[in-house]
């Protein structure tokens, strides 16, 4: 089955700074990558997701780019701001959401 | 649109015991998912309902577990009895499609097993 690791666990930006979290994934059948946020007391959030065939995806601050040869995956926030801060998943899954596998979990703070 | 909700949002209980973790979804999603997060790891597929049948469950950890959602409307989790390893967050999930696509998540129940 997929399995995904992601990178950092942990990860401390000053604002304005960008962060960058990259996944990687086994199943070479996966096409759907998500990013979900999760912040404090709350449950995770979509935020921006890709499918295979696109390389790369922005909306606003937050991009995603995928490498499907390489089978790995990264998000990347600009201009980062305190309410960035919160603990982002990525994930992967090939044909519906009962084989969507999540990775660790980055827990990103923003100090200001 | 109300979300998902979840409850209860906390529970500790002492190894051996029953706890019944309660989902509803948003409406007319047919689409429920059980997940666990357990400190630090990955959130982790548990099972599937579309409406009231068990469409995949092959994520359950063992016979402790049992899942229903009578009625195609809200679910619950009952863990019974509760060993130390169940602790972790339980997050339900629904969907409108099944195919990939957002998954509307609640706020999570944490379960403490002492």
């Known amino acids: 089955g997929e399995n995904v690791e992601q990178h950092p666990s942990t990860l401390s930006v000053q604002e304005g700074d960008s962060a960058v979290i990259k996944c990687t994934y086994s199943?070479?059948?996966?096409?759907?990558f998500p990013w979900y946020k999760q912040e404090l007391g709350k449950g995770p959030q979509l935020i921006i997701d890709?499918?295979?065939?696109?390389g790369e995806k922005k909306d606003q601050r937050i991009a995603v780019t995928l490498n499907k040869t390489a089978k790995h995956f990264s998000l990347h926030i600009t201009e980062t701001q305190p309410e960035d801060s919160a603990v982002y998943f990525c994930?992967?899954?090939?044909?519906?959401?009962?084989?969507?596998?999540f990775g660790a979990g980055t827990r990103l703070t923003v100090k200001p | 649109e109300a979300g998902v909700t979840q409850f209860p949002s906390h529970s500790v209980i002492e190894k051996g015991q029953t706890v019944t973790l309660r989902c509803d979804p948003i409406s007319g999603h047919d689409n429920l998912y059980w997940y666990r997060r357990v400190m630090g790891k990955e959130i982790k597929f548990l099972l599937h309902f579309v409406k009231e049948s068990k469409q995949d469950e092959s994520g359950m950890p063992n016979n402790r577990f049992l899942a229903e959602r009578t009625g195609g409307t809200y679910s619950t989790l009952k863990v019974q009895p509760a060993e130390l390893e169940d602790s972790g967050v339980y997050f339900c999930a629904s969907s409108r499609a099944i195919n990939t696509g957002e998954l509307f998540f609640g706020e999570g129940s944490r379960l403490t097993v002492l």
């Open positions: 994930a992967a899954s090939s044909y519906n959401n009962n084989d969507m596998r």
């Open positions: 199943d070479s059948a996966s096409n759907y």
């Open positions: 890709i499918r295979s065939n696109v």
